[in-house]
């Protein structure tokens, strides 16, 4: 199996990236500057940091430093705790002098000042920049209110009077003397470039993010620095978007404009395409095959080949034997595999890295479980069916359950695995097959090697049974941004309910596979019908933008208790499902009018009439 960390072992060819983000670096009349890495959950954000790192190692010159917000969740305030990170790194790294050891006092003197006066206060950027009247905090209403409490008389005969030798006793000389400080600290120490490199930022809170950013600017952004924010950008949108809500009647979206006012060079991650997914996925097989200093050696040779050969170069079966000479069987076997499933998951897996390799993580540990009770699984049965796991949960579902009750065998597969039917064989299917014909995914992986109605799948599917229970939500495997939205779709909110749904068609498919999951087994959870009304409905507006998703909800609809179905059911499948699949419509209604559910009952059997 592959770890799931950073790694400097690059798959995919990263070296644009990082050429991009060190030309940045590398030139002097671009700093201060702040770099924002965006890209996906899982997208190799942490990765590329740490390439950027190892590419700075040896000049002395260059003190990298690496600040993890979310190791101080809930802890520090965001600002302080990555100021003092940035002094102590500098004063454990470099040799310092008397005026450095001062300069460095005075910084830390004044991040505990700030600490202390501000007890980690959310309105102390305000204050340092509207004076008496931000310490009352942002909010119109509450300053407009409290006007009368301020003495703005005193507040300006105390500036009158102020010398230069006072002690600071605000926070706005503190910012203003903390700046020149860190500047002579700098040069002091003859650092010649400081790069903060400041990691899962988008995993922290809207405080911490917000907090984090503003520290960079205000405080930290002062010359030779540069600070690189690896960061999932809709998320960090979204953190100053609770900070600052939109301002009524303006034509401004704030969450972008801020954000580009404090990320001056956003570079983007882009998703895999196919072609680098297959070399992705074979060079993480071939790591499983040759000892470490070979693959490192070989893995090169790929990248190489990459850059020289162009975008159509990939690493699969065609040119397994141009790296490595005399691959054994087990080792071709597995390089054959991606060509089954890589067209799959790069469209359902948005070309993401993380999710690809957990995809084959869970893979392997299933094999080895089978092996483990004496179980010769084969990789291709159980990979083919994992895609249809992932994919399309409600039929995966539904196959549990007709080959429980069929001596493991999936025989209603046999007629559909050979090539389409005629008119008149399909005329002989039931209304399962001809539901999966329906789905061009489903009908393209029916047809896909290898064929599993001779199979016994007993065992396969004993060991997914984690996925079989429906009284957990699989939360695990979902992105944030599939949990954003499953979280947007569920509130009480219709402002935020229709926000979600514009943002629903840019999800990969198997996101939307993983929320339509999470919301059938909302519906299931719940013990009366009329908890289900509003989430039915989001199922069904998550279906109408995601239509590769229908054949689930007809499947999910005619298994799941009519109980638990609110009246509303019958309408919005109406809508839905009346002219794109009239017999399956016509079916569910048959099943409904005989429900024990009289309500739903009588509906279901004045519809079945008209």
Sequence with gaps: MWSDNESLSDYIDYSHLLHAVTGLIDNPNLLPCSIGIYGDWGSGKSSLMKMIEHHYRS???????????????????????????????????????????????????????????????????????????????????????????????????????????????????????????????ISETKIAKIIVLIDDLDRCSPDTVIGTLEAIKLFLFTKNTAFVIGADERLIKYSVKRRFPEVPGENMEVGRDYLEKLIQFPIRIPEMNTVEMTTYINLLFSKLYVNDEMFEEKRNEVILAKRAKGFGFMFDQNSLNDFFSSPDTEFVDAIALSSQIVPVLSRGLNGNPRQTKRFLNTLLIRMQMGASKGMNLKRRVLAKLMLLEYFKPETFTSFHDFQANNDGMLTLLAPLEISAPTDQERTELSEEQKLILEDQWLAEWVRTEPRLSGENLQPYFYFSREKLGITSVNLQRMTPKAQEVLQGLLSESQTIQNKTVKVISAVSGSEAASVFEALTQKIRQRETAKDNTATLKMLFELCRLKPELTSQLITFLGKVSEKTLPLTVITLSEGFLKMSHPQPFKTLLKKWSESTVTNLSRLAKTKLEK
């Excluded at 260059?62 to 965001?78: H, K, M, Q, S, T």
């Excluded at 905090?137 to 009368?148: R, S």
Aim: proline share 2%; charged share 35%; aromatic share 8%.
């Design 59 to 185: 000049d002395k010159d260059v003190l990298i430093i690496r600040f993890n917000g979310w190791l101080f969740e809930g802890y520090e305030d965001a600002k302080t705790v990555l100021m003092a990170s940035i002094i102590d790194e500098i004063i454990a790294k470099r040799k310092f002098t008397e005026k450095a050891i001062k300069c460095a006092s005075k910084l830390l003197k004044r991040i505990d000042w700030i600490k202390a006066a501000g007890s980690a206060s959310k309105h102390a950027i305000a204050y340092a920049t509207l004076g008496p009247l931000g310490s009352l905090g942002v909010a119109a209403t509450e300053a407009i209110a409290n006007l009368k409490d301020v003495d703005y008389e005193n507040y300006i005969k105390t500036k009158q009077e102020k010398k230069e030798d006072d002690p600071d006793d605000t926070l706005r000389s503190n910012i203003q003397e903390f700046h020149k400080n860190f500047e002579d600290l």
